[in-house]
């Protein structure tokens, strides 16, 4: 296998362009080869902006060492399995989403149900606190101001303290995104060199590969889905999952409300941009929206988020499953 994978690296790069190296060579095209149905854009070297260009940046992502790790599990997955490239895809989605944001997913849960345990705690505090203040601002003539100040300094103070006793401050909540988005990135980027021809794989073109390992309406996985079904598919899935994750939330605040449209906004917006990129990276996408919605579903059963050892909540219920349908049935399907 690692023999298999070295190979890759001995093969020249289409269009690639090296700092310092002249202009870019281009292998003469393989017979059997055919014209790319990708936009102009889609199709452009990351070198045909030099260096110091605005494509500079692409570039340097393009050929960084997290995108082409992803190239070398996409590739070791296609090796290993034997399967089309479709079902790579759809393999390797579901281990990395398996392996990595599942377990983060719980983890995330967990911080978020201690923290949401301490609430009746931080509550207690906060009325004790403001009478304390109250007392001490008649004593020493404070102004308004100095006793707000003064309140506002000692609740921070207290709250990070009952954060740090319960080791569950509420950014380790986040750990879920800066692992996540940054993956989705470079898996993106990793089957976009895929199917524009810049990498290469036992002396073969990926891109060739793709061309051939499709399924049902979309066969060739370097070509666009001009049907939609999945860049629409995408965009209904991610709704689906914005619904969901605002059907359990109970009186939103402002700025709660605000990330929900605006979530809401990029899952449309998605479906323009998932119709513009190969179906390759259009099909990642819907695969990593499918494991998304169902990671979703499954950390609202009470036995997986027991096994998972997330701390039971007041918010809990014996049978999520039948609220959220009762919710969804209620707010989309019984208004009139």
Sequence with gaps: MLCRLSVRWLQPRPALQLRGLGPPVVPAPTGGAKPSALPLWAVASVSAVGPSGAGGWYEALATSAPVQGAEDVLLFAHTAS???WWGSILLTTVALRGAVTLPLAAYQHYILAKVENLQPEIKSIARHLNQDVAVRANQLG????????TYLKTMRRLVSELYVRDNCHPFKATVLVWIQLPMWIFVSVALRNFSTGATHSEGFSVQEQLATGGVLWFPDLTALDSTW???VSIGVINLLIVEIFALQKVGMSRFQTYITYFVRALSVLMIPIAATVPSSIV???LCSSLMGLSQNLLLRSPRFRQLCRIPLTKSDSDTPYKDLFAAFYAKFISRK
């Design 82 to 84: 034997g399967l089309p």
């Design 142 to 149: 404070w102004s308004k101001r100095a006793a707000r100040l």
């Design 229 to 231: 079904i999945l860049p």
């Design 283 to 285: 099909l990642y996408w």
